[in-house]
């Protein structure tokens, strides 16, 4: 099986049909993305087995080749016939907004509620923003349970 040929939108999408067609579900990224399903569920579970043994079956595109290509992992599924999964982000072309309410001191719970995702998700984009070189306000941790 080759792996080494130039995926266009058009085979992506055929791709997707064809992953859909035999598992009777459209992929995620990280079906086709082995070292990621290693790195979230290790070598010995059965969620990282059925992956690698999806992979082995067939000719997929690599997860970032799919990114490069369409730009989101969204985007291609809708490409092919099918809903996008619901993101647990805030929207990007909502940063502004985001950024005000962070340098504001929105608290963090608040701003998940507001924007409809975890509050993980809040302070993930946060770190993600500053380290694109956005301002972000440093924000104060509350104090840590003692380890004793």
Avoid: Q
């Amino acid at each position: 099986m080759t792996r080494n040929r130039r995926w266009t939108r058009s085979r992506i999408v055929e791709a997707i049909r064809e992953y859909h067609r035999r598992y009777g579900r459209p992929p995620r990224s990280i079906d086709w993305s082995v070292a990621a399903a290693r790195w979230r569920w290790g070598e010995d579970s059965e969620k990282f087995r059925e992956v690698k043994r999806r992979w082995d079956e067939g000719d997929w595109p690599h997860d970032r080749t799919v990114r490069d290509v369409f730009g989101t992992w969204n985007a291609a599924l809708r490409a092919a016939g099918f809903a996008g999964r619901p993101t647990h982000a805030p929207p990007p072309d909502r940063r502004e907004e985001f950024v005000r309410m962070w340098n504001d001191g929105v608290p963090v719970p608040e701003m998940a509620r507001h924007f409809g995702v975890k509050e993980i998700s809040v302070i993930n984009r946060a770190y993600r923003l500053r380290r694109m070189g956005l301002w972000l306000a440093p924000r104060k941790s509350g104090p840590r349970p003692s380890r004793g």
